[in-house]
């Protein structure tokens, strides 16, 4: 099946820095992809979608200025966590849709646990 | 009414019960649907896709009702290893937006 990629797994910043975190489509391409962030014991939540060479779409309550999104390429989209606070805390998955067959699946990426001290 | 609904959990149950979880979506243009494992601290994976026709995948069946906006997940004679949370997922339509359910999470006893 098709291969996510995210890095890191793991980071821990302190508070004020900023994190990139970046999200690879290692087999195939995607024009798309998405950013979900998921909070302990919680669903995942959907932040942004990531346009190959055009703007994100962000999801409402979601502050584009913190959360750089950036799709150059077929293969590559990266989510910029600026000015990372305590409550930025999280785990961080990004997916893209690969076509299989007659439908769309999604493929997840195994996740970023980014930690702000 | 939230997008997509899911049974509450915890389920418990014993190895080599049966049990099924149910989901509701409420956008009736929605087009796709799937069934997502997660384990703890760890990303979703696939499990499998839904059809109207119904399919069976080993010792899964899920099930689509378009007509109730409804779908199922039937795990027959459960494993330890089948402990997760399990994601009812919804592709929206239009714009393809993917909606996740909140999960249930089942645990199978020895």
């Known amino acids: 099946g098709a291969v996510v990629s995210q890095h890191p797994s793991r980071v821990i910043c302190k508070s004020g820095t900023s994190v990139k975190i970046e999200c690879r489509s290692l087999?195939?391409?995607?024009?798309?992809m998405f950013w979900y962030r998921q909070f302990p014991k919680q669903s995942l939540m959907l932040m942004a979608t990531s346009n190959e060479g055009s703007k994100a779409t962000y999801e409402q309550g979601v502050e584009k200025d913190k959360f750089l999104i950036n799709h150059a390429s077929l293969t590559l989209s990266t989510l910029t966590v600026t000015s990372a606070h305590p409550e930025d805390s999280s785990f961080y998955i990004c997916?893209?849709?690969?076509?299989?067959?007659?439908?769309?699946?999604?493929?997840f990426g195994p996740g970023t646990r980014l930690t702000v001290t | 009414r939230k997008e997509v609904e899911q049974d509450p959990g915890p389920f418990n149950v014993p190895e080599g019960a049966t049990v099924a979880f149910n989901c509701t979506y409420s956008?009736?243009?929605?087009?796709?649907f799937f069934w997502y494992r997660q384990d703890c601290r760890k990303e979703p994976k696939l499990l499998m896709s839904v059809y109207s026709s119904g399919n069976e995948d080993g010792r899964f069946t899920a099930q689509l009702n378009r007509a109730s906006q409804y779908i199922s997940l039937l795990i027959r004679d459960s494993k330890l290893s089948d402990s997760a949370t399990y994601l009812c997922?919804?592709?929206?339509?239009?714009?393809?937006?993917?909606?996740f359910g909140a999960g249930t999470r089942l645990f199978v006893k020895a």
């Open positions: 997916s893209a849709d690969a076509r299989t067959g007659g439908t769309y699946e999604q493929y």
């Open positions: 087999d195939f391409q995607a024009t798309t």
């Open positions: 956008n009736s243009a929605s087009q796709s």
């Open positions: 997922v919804v592709n929206g339509g239009g714009g393809f937006k993917t909606i």
